[in-house]
T-cell receptor
Framework: DTGVSQDPRHKITKRGQNVTFRCDPI?????LYWYRQTLGQGPEFLTY????????KSRLLSDRFSAERPKGSFSTLEIQRTEQGDSAMYLC?????????????FGEGSRLTVL | LAKTTQPISMDSYEGQEVNITCSHN???????ITWYQQFPSQGPRFIIQ???TKVTNEVASLFIPADRKSSTLSLPRVSLSDTAVYYC???????????FGTGTLLAVQP
């Protein structure tokens, strides 16, 4: 399968713990996006990378959230000191090229449950 | 970014044609219209994109009137497997992100 891969698919953690999600984009896709989605809502933009550079971060991304894409390939999203409000599906997407054509390729997401 | 408005939900039956209309009154000259489909517990999937008039692919058709203030996604002969949330998005060519609304939940019944 050559689609966007996310790991883990499901994560249950206790409030206050740190969690990390990994995203492997489609090979040679320059852009990588992170979104968050809660029940009944559309995906909310969190941040995006062009190669290894993080070019935009949403104000939704508090100081407890950090994302990296160290070599311009896979990316990680870390949430420190998790809160119950962080429970959501975290979606990763990638796209080729240096401009946004509107076509993003999404992974199946990582579902986080904070107890 | 232009705001979009679409129905919260729609019902249909298998074999029918479904038309989902999206309003985007503040669309800018260089904005494109893109539709995504999302099944439960999956990421959204790109369906179709257009700028004006009509675009058709193997999955759907997209109709855009001359004023471009609305667009209609047309799904021919829907089946149960077309039950999903459909998102209408408007974005410029230089936009770095896509903004999703709450979408339209299409429920197809037998």
């Amino acid at each position: 399968d050559t689609g966007v891969s996310q790991d883990p698919r499901h994560k249950i953690t206790k409030r206050g713990q740190n969690v990390t999600f990994r995203c492997d984009p489609i090979s040679e896709h320059n852009r990588l996006y992170w979104y968050r989605q809660t029940l009944g809502q559309g995906p909310e933009f969190l941040t995006y990378f062009q190669n290894e550079a993080q070019l935009e971060k949403s104000r939704l991304l508090s100081d407890r959230f950090s994302a990296e894409r160290p070599k311009g390939s896979f990316s990680t999203l870390e949430i420190q000191r998790t809160e119950q409000g962080d429970s959501a599906m975290y979606l990763c997407a990638s796209s080729p090229g240096l401009t946004n054509t509107g076509e993003l390729f999404f992974g199946e997401g990582s579902r986080l449950t904070v107890l | 970014l232009a705001k979009t408005t679409q129905p919260i939900s729609m019902d249909s039956y298998e074999g029918q044609e479904v038309n989902i209309t999206c309003s985007h009154n503040n669309i800018a000259t260089n904005d494109y219209i893109t539709w995504y489909q999302q099944f439960p517990s999956q990421g959204p999937r790109f369906i179709i994109q257009g700028y004006k008039t009509k675009v058709t692919n193997e999955v759907a058709s997209l109709f855009i009137p001359a004023d471009r203030k609305s667009s209609t996604l047309s799904l021919p002969r829907v089946s149960l497997s077309d039950t999903a949330v459909y998102y209408c998005l408007v974005h410029g060519g230089a936009t770095n992100k896509l903004i999703f609304g709450t979408g339209t939940l299409l429920a197809v019944q037998p």
